[in-house]
């Protein structure tokens, strides 16, 4: 079975980004340990990673994310450990106007091990004004927070938001809520920017939610102890992530219902993906039962089918036993000879596997490991802390079907908490974010000001119908195309 149709949209992707600004290398000497990157393979990777280079506001990664020397794992979780006041932007595209810091802390992982972890902050000109959870008449010129849940961004340090140029989802989101007056704290996820592990090992949970709600959790409660002139020690803020962070933000809801940080409003979560290995073997047994073109299939089946070489090594950062046992042998190969000793992220990832179709052994999701791992660290049908805004696009990387049972899910497990959940008819996995931010941004602007309208029910589902959809441009990947410029360069941007 040919599975030809996710690598080459993302490749078409990548084109599309890649060739305006870079030029290639002809070959890269990390790609010779690999005895399966044939002439595309060569071709292709080096691309992307020169993509990824000119994206990163360092490379490599600047001093910032060494560990400091006062780092033990017997401190505390939400450790402060280095604060960067002034983040300076010539290397970054962020708007006039806003600012940045960078702060490392520590989290938990999932054993219970302390970590090192980066974040960033980014500053707006001046604060929305908000009246809930005020404890004093001096909160009023403090920042109301966001604490932002990042989507998929690769698996190794230097794949760290607070290190792309962009911060990674620039005006989709971050960007935005800053120009709006919110304060965003955007953990990097311990594992990226930060790592403690050796020779480019990977430590990153990915899709495993608890782990990047402990990330988040302990990012905002070390923010407060960086900036207490600007936050209040148990300040108002609002959880929001996409995509693998909608898996981690949803995670944050259920962590809130047992283990509290104060000042919560609620979380947002844009298309989540929630018991992943089910999702999966629903892909898989799609794709074997059916006569349609896998080109015509929904992207909830293509696209969680390319993704299994990385779900398995989120998997082997969580139980390193496991040991990357589900990858096909060319997708080991990819990754431990292409991958890892590049270091790539999401571009090079897409690309290093661009022509492989076999990307994991028949039946790896049966395997007790990858059904711990999945009853351990799925989300949804877990008790959680409401207001919960769910969104998704009716063409999203996950199905409606399948975040309906989770969301009906979740609402047995917790009754009282508020839950709605709007889809955009006809909206892909990053148009989502657009067409419904008149939603969130009003959502999340009337819990700072108390102005709730939701009836506190739990599980509405409501559809909302586009204007012109059938005419706009559909993009699997990021489509806000925000370029980089130095100084000398400035003209290239003039109106
Ligand atoms: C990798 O291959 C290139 C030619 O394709 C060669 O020039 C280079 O020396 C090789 N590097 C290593 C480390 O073997
Ligand atoms: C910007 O990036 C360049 C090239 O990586 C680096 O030499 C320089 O130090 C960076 N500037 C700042 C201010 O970080
Ligand atoms: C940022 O770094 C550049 C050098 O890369 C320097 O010229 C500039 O003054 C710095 N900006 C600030 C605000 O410190
Ligand atoms: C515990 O988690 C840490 C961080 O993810 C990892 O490096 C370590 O290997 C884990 N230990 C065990 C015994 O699983
Ligand atoms: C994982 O598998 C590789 C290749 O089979 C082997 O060399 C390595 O020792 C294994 N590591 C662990 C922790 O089992
Ligand atoms: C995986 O488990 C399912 C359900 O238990 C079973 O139908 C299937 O045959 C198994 N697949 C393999 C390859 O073992
Ligand atoms: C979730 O519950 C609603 C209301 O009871 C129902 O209409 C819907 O079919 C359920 N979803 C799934 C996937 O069972
Ligand atoms: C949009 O396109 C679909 C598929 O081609 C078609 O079935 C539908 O009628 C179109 N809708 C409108 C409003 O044109
Ligand atoms: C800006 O980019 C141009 C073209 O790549 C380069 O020649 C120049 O040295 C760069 N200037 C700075 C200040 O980095």
Redesign the pocket.
């Known amino acids: 079975m040919k599975l030809s149709v996710i690598p080459n949209r993302l490749v078409d992707i990548a084109f599309l980004l890649v060739l305006p600004c870079v030029n290639a290398q002809a070959s890269l000497p990390a790609l010779n340990g690999s005895s399966t990157c044939g002439a595309e393979c060569q071709e292709l990777v080096p691309l992307a990673i020169a993509y990824e280079h000119s994206a990163h506001a360092h490379y490599p990664l600047d001093d910032f994310y060494s560990i400091p020397s006062n780092f033990t794992p017997s401190m505390e979780p939400g450790t402060l450990l280095s604060v960067e006041t002034h983040t300076n932007l010539t290397n970054y595209t962020v708007p006039s106007s806003l600012t940045m810091s960078r702060i490392m802390y520590t989290s938990m992982s999932l054993n219970g091990t302390i970590v090192p972890a980066s974040a960033f902050v980014l500053w707006p000109y001046a604060p929305f004004e908000y009246n809930v959870g005020k404890t004093s008449k001096t909160a009023s010129g403090k920042f109301p927070m966001v604490a932002w849940a990042h989507g998929t961004a690769g698996l190794f340090a230097a794949c760290a938001p607070s290190n792309y140029r962009s911060l990674q989802y620039q005006f989709m989101t971050s960007y935005s809520l800053a120009i709006e007056g919110f304060a965003v704290v955007a953990t990097d996820y311990a594992g990226l920017g930060v790592t403690t592990l050796p020779n480019g090992e990977q430590s990153h949970a990915y899709l495993a939610g608890a782990a990047g709600a402990n990330d988040v959790a302990y990012a905002v409660e070390a923010t407060r102890k960086a900036f207490p002139a600007q936050f209040e020690p148990e300040g108002p803020f609002v959880t929001m992530g996409h995509s693998q962070g909608g898996n981690v933000a949803w995670a944050f809801a259920e962590r809130q219902a047992h283990t509290k940080v104060s000042g919560y409003l609620g979380t947002i979560t844009i298309s989540p993906p929630m018991r992943v290995i089910d999702e999966l073997n629903a892909a898989l047994q799609t794709i074997a039962t059916t006569t349609i073109p896998i080109a015509s299939l929904p992207l909830w089946v293509t696209t969680i089918i390319g993704l299994q070489p990385i779900i398995i090594a989120g998997i082997t950062a969580v139980f390193?036993?496991y040991?990357?046992?589900g990858m096909s042998p060319i997708a080991y190969d990819r990754y431990q000879n292409v991958v890892k000793p590049l270091q790539g992220c999401l571009p090079t990832n897409s690309l290093a596997y661009a022509d492989v179709t076999d990307f994991a052994i028949p039946g790896w999701t049966n395997d007790s490991i990858v059904q711990q791992w999945q009853d351990q660290y799925h989300v949804s049908g877990r008790e959680f802390q409401g207001p919960l805004l769910i969104i998704a696009g009716s063409n999203d990387v996950i199905s409606i079907d399948q975040l309906s049972s989770g969301i009906n899910a979740s609402c047995d497990a917790s009754c009282d908490q508020s839950l709605e959940a709007y889809v955009y008819n006809d909206m892909e996995h990053f148009p989502v974010i657009q067409a419904s931010r008149i939603k969130w941004m009003s959502w999340i602007k009337d819990k700072f000001t108390g102005n709730s309208k939701s009836d506190g029910s739990c599980g509405k589902m409501t559809t909302v119908q586009g204007f012109n959809t059938n005419y706009t441009i559909q993009s699997q990947a990021a489509n806000w195309l925000v370029g980089w410029t130095n100084s000398s360069l400035g003209w290239e941007e003039s109106l």
Do not use: A, E, M
Request: charged letters at 0%; proline letters at 20%.
């Open positions: 390193p036993s040991n990357y046992s």
